[in-house]
């Protein structure tokens, strides 16, 4: 018998649209299209596009062209802002202006903001605008090369590992900006038990920080990487059962929120093994069914809690201009109960990169 659920509008804080830059991979148009399939009622973009999203007029091209789409009548677009200057790491971007445009947030995610004092002075001045910094916290010394968690896999393969220093000194060094600057903090795609025990431990300590995770990392672990398929490539990397356990417990915990982190790309760039291939996976349209299906059916988590984590925790992380918009979003609707198989070919995201292909669930969205 099926079961429906009404809840507040859906956010994801962390989605890759490809406009401008790849539109083959993903247009605004596709990628609000894929949300509203999804069950979303706004996504927060991200400013890796190309040219990065560093000035108000980036901003605004994106608002335009969000509000040309259809999708964008049903699903709100927030777009975040750089961090630095071109993400380059080395300049802080005027985040005065940025705001002023409608920045939904800070950040330079795919590259970690590694000088000390540039991040100092970006959370000190953002801060002061109170809005969020967003950090990638992978540290580019500890990465080294890089391309998954030690595994059978990796260890099959030859593959370069990960360390798990890699994210933990990341986000020590974050949370110890945030502990001086007073900067509203939040980890983006967290993987690692260790970086979670660092988040508890700033949060019982009285921080603004929060952190998100992935559907994928919630869902899946490298030791059961199956094959060098690289859709189960992504940065961070999957993490172990006992990260995996850990986020869960997290989730359930109120500690950490969901966030997709939709990477769609051209299916060449994905097709080349873990050594060469692109970092990341599409996400929107199998979000909710995936983190249904790790935390409420495996997990017992009850279901208003598992909502809170897609619209209540996600309101926290957006501008505080952004945050009365987002309380009026149109309602996400659930169905559970009906079992559908995952068909990659029928997305409307011009990229099906994702090891969802073929996988059931029995909770999915009312699209919009």
């Known amino acids: 018998m099926k079961k429906t659920f009404e809840f507040p509008g859906f956010i994801d804080v962390h989605v890759h649209f490809r406009d401008p830059g790849v539109p083959r991979a993903e247009t605004t148009a596709s990628g609000l299209a894929a949300a509203a399939r999804g069950g979303f009622a706004a996504v927060v973009t991200m400013p890796n ?15 335009e062209r969000a509000a040309e789409a259809d999708a964008g009548r049903r699903v709100a677009l927030f777009p975040s802002a750089c961090i630095t200057k071109g993400r ?22 795919g590259s970690y903001v590694a000088d000390d004092k540039v991040m100092e002075s970006a959370m000190e001045r953002a801060a002061a605008l109170g809005i969020a910094v967003c950090d990638h916290a992978m540290d580019p010394v500890a990465l080294a090369g890089g391309v998954v968690r030690d595994c059978p896999l990796a260890r099959r393969l030859g593959l370069p590992v990960i360390p798990v220093e890699c994210e933990t000194k990341a986000i020590r060094r974050d949370i110890a900006v945030c502990r001086v600057t007073g900067c509203r903090l939040h980890i983006q795609h967290i993987s690692t038990a260790e970086g979670v025990e660092l988040l508890r431990a700033a949060q019982r300590e009285g921080l603004p920080v929060s952190a998100e995770a992935t559907p994928h990392h919630l869902l899946f672990a490298c030791e059961e990487i199956p094959a060098d398929d690289a859709r189960y490539k992504m940065a961070p990397p999957l993490g172990n ?15 950490l929120m969901f966030a997709t982190d939709h ?8 097709s080349v093994g873990f050594l060469r291939s692109a970092n990341g996976i599409v996400g929107l349209e199998t979000a909710i069914p995936a983190t249904w ?26 501008a505080p201009a952004l945050r009365e918009r987002a309380a009026a979003l149109p309602k996400t609707v659930v169905e559970v109960g009906e079992e559908r198989v995952v068909d990659v070919a029928a997305f409307a995201s011009l990229s099906d990169n994702c090891p969802y292909g073929g996988m059931s669930f029995d909770c999915w969205p009312v699209p919009r």
Do not use: N
Not at 49 to 63: E, I, K
Not at 88 to 109: H, I, N, P, S
Not at 293 to 318: F, H
């Open 49 to 63: 596009t190309s040219p990065a999203c560093d000035s108000p007029d980036a901003l605004r091209y994106q608002l």
């Open 88 to 109: 380059a790491g080395r300049e802080v971007a005027d985040l005065e202006a940025l705001a002023d445009a409608g920045a939904a947030l800070f950040t330079d995610d």
């Open 293 to 318: 299906r790790a935390m409420v059916e495996e997990e017992g988590m009850d279901p208003e809690a598992w909502a809170r984590a897609w619209w209540d925790m996600p309101r926290g992380v957006l």
């Open 263 to 270: 990477a769609p790309h051209p299916a060449e760039t994905k």
């Open 241 to 255: 059962r006992e990260d995996r356990a850990e986020l869960r417990r997290a989730v359930k915990d109120g500690v």
